[in-house]
Each structure stands twice: as structure tokens, then as C-alpha cells.
């Protein structure tokens, strides 16, 4: 053994383990030096923000849905009807979920957070969109087996490279101990954008493009599932998924998106 290699190790080890010090507080520095030069900023009104993407002051825009409240579509009522009342909407046209439940009504502050979750790659957002849908979900939480978040068919998944209900549905499981099983449900046809269809187009749009994997059906099979969105507007996508659910035998699907559209009457 050279005689002059244990005092070269012994000095060399020290040296890497002080540049390698140096090197972690340079990029401590770097990085706090662009957070000053490009604070985050808010998703909506584009002041700087600390945290989650979202300032409290949008925070309070958000129309929160609250009792009462539809038990079976979750829309909310302008004044309590009492207990076990339906909605006009559940009693002319019950879908085929059990129940629905919604974090906000989608109005201007909620569409731009989901905007931005769906198409601008904020998945930042999601954990605070995921813990106020584990609120309002509660009920529907307690009883469930898994959580199934709505598919992407593969090609808009590829384009999109990740599925934004997929997103919430992790946040919600971490949340609520229910687990998330993404792969029982398939897209198995491309549609349309639903955007700009009327509630009839929607529902056709829809039809026969999902379908539980023949080899997950055992999973579904008498399991109490609910489905995760983000946005709740005819029901046709959500309809047609938890009809795809039934088939394969599940006892009950329900219903939980961060936002819904609540018309004003």
C-alpha cells in the first residue's frame, strides 16, 4: 500500500464533504433568490400568494355548498324543504349514481381553478381542491370502497400527460384512507369535448365509451364505489361512467367533483 494514500483520503474526504455543503446552501440560495424574483402568484387574481396558488381573498369568492342540499344530486336549496326532499331535477331524471356531492358551485373563481388544473399543468392546486371535496364528501367517504377517478381515453392522456381527476382522487385518498383504483375503469372510445353540447348531445357523446377491464371486474363486484371529477355539469360523462360500474356489479356508485353547476332559479 502507498505509503502517502491514507493522508490523501483523509484530507480528500473532508474537502468533497465541504464542497458538497457549499454546493447545497448555493442552491438553497439560488432557489430563494428566484422565488423573490418570481414569487407564485395566485390563479386567479395574479397577486403573489405563499402556499398552495390560491389567496385568501379567492379563496372567500368561492361559493362553498353547504346544507341544504339535494340528497340525492346535491344541489343546493334556496331554502330548507325539509328532510329527504329531492331536487326537480333528481325526481324528472335520476341518474344512475346513487348520490352527488360538490365542494363549490362552478362560478368564475372555481372554473379558473379548474382551468388551470386541467389544462395549464397546476397540479399545485390540487391538494387544496382535494381536501375541500374530502369535506364535503364526508358522508359518501365513510361507506366507500374505492375511489375510481373518471379516465382519460389514452390519446388525450398522452397529450395531456396526466389525468386531473387522477389528481384529486390521490389527494382524497391520502385524506380519507379510501384507496384510488384508476385502473378498473377504461375510456375505450375518444369523444368529444363535451364544451358547447347540449345536455342530449352530451349523453350520446358518452355512450358505450366506458367499460371496467374484464380482468378488474371482481374488484368492482359488490363494492360500494365513488367516482372523482372535477367538474360536475350535465352529469352525462359521470352517468355513463357509473353505469359501466353497474354492469359489472358494483352495489352502489356515487358521486364526488370539486365543483357543479347550480342554475339559477
Not at 78 to 106: C, F, H, K, T, W
Amino acid at each position: 500500500m502507498d505509503a502517502d494514500a491514507a493522508p490523501t483520503r483523509s484530507i480528500a474526504a473532508p474537502l468533497r464533504a465541504a464542497w458538497l455543503a457549499g454546493r447545497h446552501v448555493l442552491t438553497r440560495v439560488a432557489k430563494l433568490s428566484l422565488d423573490i424574483a418570481l414569487p407564485t402568484l395566485c390563479v386567479s387574481c395574479r397577486e403573489p400568494v405563499d402556499g398552495e396558488g390560491v389567496c385568501a381573498a379567492c379563496w372567500a369568492k368561492l361559493s362553498f355548498i353547504e346544507r341544504p342540499y339535494c340528497p340525492r344530486l346535491g344541489i343546493p336549496f334556496v331554502y330548507d324543504p325539509g328532510p329527504d326532499m329531492l331536487s326537480m331535477e333528481a325526481i324528472a331524471s335520476p341518474p344512475a349514481y346513487q348520490r352527488a356531492r360538490a365542494a363549490v358551485r362552478y362560478d368564475d373563481v372555481a372554473r379558473i381553478l379548474v382551468h388551470a388544473l386541467k389544462y395549464q399543468d397546476r397540479t399545485d392546486l390540487a391538494p387544496a381542491m382535494g381536501r375541500w371535496m374530502v369535506r364535503a364528501g364526508g358522508e359518501l367517504l365513510a361507506g366507500a370502497d374505492m375511489l375510481v377517478p373518471v379516465p382519460l381515453h389514452w390519446r388525450r392522456a398522452w397529450r395531456r400527460r396526466y389525468n386531473q381527476s387522477g389528481a384529486l382522487a390521490h389527494i382524497i385518498a391520502r385524506q380519507s384512507g379510501v384507496k384510488v383504483r384508476g385502473e378498473v375503469l377504461r375510456r375505450v372510445r375518444a369523444t368529444e369535448q363535451q364544451i358547447g353540447l347540449s345536455r342530449a348531445q352530451r349523453a350520446t357523446n358518452v355512450q358505450g365509451a366506458f367499460q371496467v377491464s374484464p380482468d378488474r371486474q371482481a374488484e368492482v363486484q359488490g363494492r360500494r364505489i365513488i367516482l372523482v371529477d372535477d367538474v360536475l355539469t350535465s352529469g352525462a360523462t359521470l352517468d355513463a361512467c357509473a353505469r359501466a360500474l353497474l354492469r359489472a356489479k358494483a352495489a352502489q356508485v356515487d358521486v364526488l367533483v370539486f365543483a357543479r353547476v347550480v342554475e339559477i332559479r
